[in-house]
């Protein structure tokens, strides 16, 4: 786990290989358009993202698990070695930090377009009216969701089952990302994905809130402003899961997140999170990044404690 953490650090998502998340993301491509050339009905649709689903989740742990087995068969370092790769490619701390100030950056100088744009490529909704605290807030709910899917989630299954499922985890994730909306284009097909990520994150978003906890001391919010925040606000959101890291993230910087987004020009309401005791500003994605690096390495210690004393 640490070696991973560390590799990720240094190296991220490398552009000299294809992310293993790419890979997932064709074959779930290329299984959508299979199974919408084979079903006509609702039912068929549901059927077939059953499918895809556990054919997905299944596929991608056992190649990584074989990849692993392989690795240490010939060669017990190596395999650490192959182990340690997997594992960093199941993080993404370094890939989130410099998204996030990929829009701090030219938000901090005033070129609200440039980040207006920069922000598009981490966000669903729509970018391009936003203004300054309303950027900031879409990075900000971004880091905080984030840090469930792509810290504390892929560290907590790769400590219950090693790197291939995190890997695993990233797949349904990956699946969510593609298939999980509740439209008419996805609702049926959608379904299965949806349903499995929410069980997925079900337990590290709750440890996400307690790691928030541990640090609120040293926050604005403190830790009667984080647990407060957790326990009004975090059930309000849509999702099962976001609302928890989200609203103790809202308790933390002591801002108020949620409101109007808009998804392909339609509305769409979010309750609000938090006080609004201070106005999000830029400063508030750092601040935000910094608790961010603070649960991580909280994390980490955690699961070598863990690892060292109970496996």
């Not at 744009?117 to 729509?126: A, M």
Request: aromatic content about 8%; some cysteine; glycine content about 10%.
């Amino acid at each position: 786990m640490l070696g991973a953490f560390i590799l990720d650090l240094i190296i991220g998502d490398p552009r000299c290989y294809p992310h293993p998340v790419l890979l997932m993301g064709k074959v779930i491509h290329d299984g959508e358009k299979l199974i919408r050339c084979q079903a006509r009905t609702t039912r068929g649709l549901k059927v077939g993202g059953v499918v895809l689903t556990g054919f997905i989740l299944a596929a991608s742990y056992f190649f990584f698990q074989g990849l692993i087995n392989l690795a240490c068969t010939l060669n017990a370092t190596l395999g650490m070695v192959v182990s340690i790769v997997i594992m960093s490619q199941a993080l993404a701390v370094k890939s989130l930090y410099q998204h996030a100030m990929a829009v701090l950056s030219p938000l901090a100088s005033g070129d609200l377009e440039r980040a207006r744009k920069k922000l598009s490529l981490i966000v669903g909704r729509d970018t391009q009216d936003l203004e300054e605290s309303e950027i900031v807030r879409g990075v900000v709910e971004t880091v905080a969701e984030n840090t469930v899917d792509g810290i504390i989630a892929p560290l907590f299954y790769g400590l219950v089952g090693g790197p291939a499922l995190a890997m695993a985890y990233k797949a349904v994730n990956t699946m969510d990302s593609m298939l999980g909306y509740r439209n008419e284009q996805y609702l049926h097909l959608g379904w299965a994905s949806a349903r499995l990520d929410d069980l997925a994150n079900y337990i590290p978003a709750r440890l996400t809130v307690l790691l928030f906890l541990i640090i609120a001391p040293l926050t604005p919010g403190g830790l009667q402003g984080v647990w407060q925040c957790v326990r009004s606000d975090a059930r309000k959101h849509p999702s099962p899961n976001s609302g928890f890291p989200e609203a103790a993230m809202a308790g933390a910087l002591r801002v108020q997140l949620g409101g109007e987004n808009h998804y392909q020009g339609i509305p769409e309401w979010r309750a609000p999170m938090g006080r609004p005791d201070y106005i999000l500003q830029p400063d508030h994605i750092k601040a935000c990044l910094n608790l961010m690096l603070l649960l991580t390495v909280e994390a980490l210690m955690l699961t070598v404690l863990l690892a060292h004393y109970c496996l």
